[in-house]
């Protein structure tokens, strides 16, 4: 199954879009609700293993509709952000155990932070060589640094989940905008070439933002080939400090007063190839990113992609085709796929019965 990257759908013709809404909820879900996802959980994951292989299982549990349905269909049906760190939360007390080849490292907040000590324990238990492990940090590092840094959409990541096995993976992460109470989850896999162009697998958001900084996008290119010009010809230590003293610009996005400096002195000197390694530079974060990119625009009219690059957005589209055409057949794809997996998996009638039941109301 493959999802259409541009496809919007109407909230009123499915029942499910109700559980695609992300407002910001904190706290955390009953122990009760997290026992009974761990136990409906296994069986069917148990089974798409077997049946389907973990190539097929990480590929499916990165799509954007397929995690959210997925969430649903085990109980989770609050409208919330919780949504992705219960599920992840989940998964990763039932495939983190010696009977599987597929590990979860990360989380949300403190867990998060987690991640790289994680991804060195479980791949020590997968048997991957230290080339493998290390390739799998900078992977894990990189796409949050495009999603925190790279593009600025007004969503900080709370949220960073790596899921691997010997030869696949896929990441999950989401970000929050305390202004307007609400997250935003973005995924990327195995299926895309790791770039800093065009990465995401899909994006899940409750609205689109007007203004953005997108240097993700193929529009931004010659932007940010004028911002390693900046860092690698020593032009970044031009005195731009009465630009920077501005505080708005046309467009509406600030430029930032405080800006590190010392990292782009660490940058230069050790003269990064290209954009992504620009990124993985310790202290190179969003107001260097920033101030660069408006550098660029306003002084060597070098311009940036402003557009919001979300791809799943659930609060637009509509039966009229405007601004794009329904599309059932992801959905009946994935409810089809989660029925057949329900109806094989080692569960009680009446769990069955009640799963089967959810599907056929979504």
């Keep these: 199954m493959t999802i259409h990257q541009n496809a919007f759908y109407h909230k009123k013709q499915f029942s499910l879009m109700d559980s695609i809404y992300l407002p910001l909820h904190h706290g955390k879900a009953p122990y009760w609700?997290?026992?009974?996802?761990?136990?409906?959980?296994?069986?069917?994951?148990?089974?798409?293993?077997?049946?389907?292989?973990?190539?097929?299982?990480?590929k499916r549990i990165s799509d954007p509709i397929f995690f959210q349905s997925f969430s649903n269909?085990?109980?989770?049906?609050?409208?919330?952000?919780?949504?992705?760190?219960?599920?992840?939360?989940?998964?990763?007390?039932?495939?983190?155990?010696?009977?599987?080849?597929?590990?979860?490292a990360g989380g949300k907040g403190e867990n998060a932070i987690k991640t790289?000590?994680?991804?060195?324990?479980?791949?020590?238990?997968?048997?991957l060589n230290d080339y493998k492990i290390n390739e799998l940090k900078k992977l894990s590092r990189l796409l949050a640094k495009i999603d925190n840094v790279a593009l600025q959409d007004g969503y900080n990541l709370y949220h960073h989940t790596l899921i691997f096995s010997k030869k696949y993976w896929c990441i999950i992460q989401q970000g929050m905008n305390e202004r307007v109470k609400l997250a935003r989850r973005y995924h990327h896999s195995f299926e895309k070439e790791i770039q800093?162009?065009?990465?995401?697998?899909?994006?899940?958001?409750?609205?689109?933002?007007?203004v953005v900084m997108n240097l993700t996008s193929k529009k931004s290119g010659e932007c940010?080939?004028?911002?390693?010009?900046?860092?690698?010809?020593?032009?970044?230590?031009?005195?731009?400090k009465k630009l920077i003293s501005i505080t708005k610009y046309r467009g509406g996005i600030s430029l930032p007063k405080k800006i590190d400096w010392s990292s782009l002195e660490k940058a230069y000197n050790l003269s990064p190839e290209n954009f992504e390694e620009?990124?993985?530079?310790?202290?190179?974060?969003?107001?260097?990113?920033?101030a660069l990119s408006l550098i660029s625009e306003l002084i060597y009219d070098a311009k940036y992609?402003?557009?919001?690059?979300?791809?799943?957005?659930?609060?637009?589209g509509g039966k009229d085709g405007v601004p794009f055409p329904v599309n059932t057949k992801i959905y009946d794809e994935v409810i089809e796929f989660l029925k057949e997996a329900v109806k094989q998996a080692e569960l009680s009638k009446f769990e069955k019965v009640n799963l089967l039941k959810k599907l056929s109301d979504r």
């Excluded at 609700?33 to 798409?48: G, Y």
């Excluded at 800093?196 to 007007?210: D, T, W």
């Excluded at 911002?227 to 031009?238: E, M």
Aim: overall charge positive.
């Design 196 to 210: 800093i162009e065009e990465p995401h697998k899909g994006i899940i958001s409750e609205r689109r933002e007007k």
């Design 33 to 58: 609700l997290l026992n009974r996802m761990k136990k409906l959980a296994e069986p069917i994951i148990k089974l798409i293993l077997m049946e389907y292989g973990e190539k097929e299982f990480i």
């Design 278 to 290: 620009l990124l993985l530079i310790k202290g190179i974060g969003k107001n260097t990113i920033r």
């Design 73 to 104: 269909v085990l109980g989770f049906d609050w409208n919330s952000s919780g949504s992705t760190t219960v599920l992840t939360g989940v998964l990763k007390s039932v495939l983190n155990k010696p009977e599987y080849e597929i590990r979860i």
């Design 116 to 127: 790289i000590d994680e991804i060195e324990k479980f791949g020590v238990q997968l048997e």
């Design 305 to 316: 992609d402003k557009k919001d690059p979300t791809k799943f957005c659930f609060a637009l």
């Design 224 to 240: 940010r080939r004028v911002i390693l010009d900046l860092i690698s010809d020593g032009r970044f230590k031009t005195d731009y």
